[in-house]
């Protein structure tokens, strides 16, 4: 026959109490450490528009998928296409691997 759970509470910090068709049973909980790994999730670069008569800042947040796909940017002042690679250094260690050899050149 299978034991059927209807309710889990929290009585007290430590203990946990699971409650089955066959009764109430107290247990103490284990302290378990909790791992949350850091990693980067967004980069910013800083790129000019190309064109004289515009020379606009422009600051652009990048995912580590879009930084490898990244190929260049429209200018947020005249809205104009920009081309652009991401250099090496602009990326964190962990994503260097991930930026390919041929597009690691610095084009600002």
Same mark, same amino acid.
């Given at each position: 026959?299978?034991?059927?759970?209807?309710?889990?509470? =929290?009585?007290?910090?430590?203990? #946990? =109490?699971?409650?089955?068709?066959?009764?109430?049973?107290?247990?103490?909980?284990?302290?378990?450490?909790?791992?949350?790994?850091?990693?980067?999730?967004?980069?910013?670069?800083?790129?000019?528009? #190309?064109?004289?008569?515009?020379?606009?800042?422009?600051?652009?947040?990048?995912?580590?998928?879009?930084?490898?796909?990244?190929?260049?940017?429209?200018? #947020?002042?005249?809205?104009? +296409?920009?081309?652009?690679?991401?250099?090496?250094?602009?990326?964190?260690? #962990? +994503?260097?691997?991930?930026?390919?050899?041929?597009?690691?050149?610095?084009?600002?």
């Amino acid at each position: 026959m299978a034991t059927v759970i209807l309710e889990v509470r =929290q009585p007290l910090a430590g203990f #946990s =109490q699971l409650r089955t068709a066959r009764g109430t049973r107290a247990y103490q909980l284990k302290p378990m450490p909790l791992n949350f790994p850091r990693e980067v999730l967004l980069i910013e670069i800083e790129r000019y528009c #190309s064109f004289r008569d515009c020379a606009a800042r422009n600051l652009i947040g990048l995912t580590k998928a879009e930084a490898i796909e990244y190929r260049g940017f429209d200018c #947020s002042k005249c809205q104009r +296409w920009n081309d652009d690679t991401i250099g090496i250094d602009a990326v964190p260690d #962990s +994503w260097a691997d991930a930026i390919p050899l041929n597009d690691t050149e610095i084009a600002n």
